[in-house]
């Protein structure tokens, strides 16, 4: 994706997709397309001093790509949000970043405003701007990753929610009983179709340490532990997926993140979702995106410039 003639500004572009393994940078052109890209290690494991310098630094690397004279805008998506009262990071699988002001402190080392958004919401921007979601009045965007997040997009709108959570289903407590989750619950869908929750439960299960790749490709072999971890995953997406879908009954589901290139989540997936939604002939779309881990650096640069256009992102005019 290294342009979008639909989508043209006065300005350019920063946009920064802040993950737990990996931080992307882009700049987009006043005209869409794409001038410069970089990715970097996230170096959450060093405190959260040493995950601003990474970013600040990849925002003035982009800056410096520019022309003299054109002005540009920040987006930043994190794997958390801002909490409005206190400014302070809240809900973030990367621990390190919760309690800090870290938007604050970002606008003070660049010297500019930032945009700053839930990761899921950058995504779902981008795959409703321009990917599977596209032209559709209702989405619901699922990042399966480490974590597992989601974001509501609502007729070219992607929700916010006064408390900043609009469609953090991860932390939904579906088990009282289940693996306690670091934001203090038990049973939370993140614990039960994230990965990192996967891998956790073959761990306290079988004793074994497995990436969820070896999971999936031991089950596919049918090695007879991975396939019980494995079955149960699907289980779960259909159950949890189910429900949102009963709630919300979203015109699609578009699914992003790592986890999200299991076919089976498509297949068998669907048919356990079927199984759980409260309708007999449930039609909803589950779509895998179209961009690809592309969709959160490009929602973050698009989230940077929504403060003008957010109820028209959709629509190429100038503006």
Sequence with gaps: MSSNSAFKAKVAAIGIDLGGTKTEA????????TMWRQRRSTPRSEGYDAVVAVV??????????????????????????????TNLVRNANSTCLIGHPLQTDIERLIGCPVRMRNDADCFTLAECYSGAGSGLGLVFGVIMGTGCGGGICID???????????????????????????????????????????????????RQRLTMNEIVDQARAGESCCRKIFDRFLDDFGRCLG???????????????GL?????????????????????????????????????VFGAAWIGQTGVREKNYGKPEEW
């Design 26 to 33: 882009i700049l987009l052109a006043p005209d869409g397309s």
């Design 260 to 296: 999200s290139n299991i076919e089976e989540l498509y297949t068998i997936g669907r048919e356990r979702v079927k199984k759980y939604a409260f309708h007999d002939n449930l039609q909803t779309p589950i779509l895998k995106n179209k961009l690809g881990d592309a969709a959160g």
């Design 56 to 85: 600040t630094e990849l925002i003035r690397e982009a800056a410096t790509q520019l022309p003299t004279g054109i002005s540009y805008t920040v987006g930043i998506g994190i794997p958390g949000s801002i909490d409005a009262s």
């Design 156 to 206: 070219g709108v992607v929700r916010e929610g006064p408390h900043r959570i609009t469609g953090e289903w991860g932390h939904l407590s579906v088990n009282p009983d289940g693996a306690e989750c670091y934001c203090g619950n038990r049973g939370c869908v993140e614990t039960l179709i994230s990965g990192s929750g996967v891998e956790a439960a073959c761990f306290q299960e079988y």
């Design 243 to 257: 429900g949102l879908i009963s709630i919300l009954d979203p015109d699609a589901v578009v699914v992003g993140g």
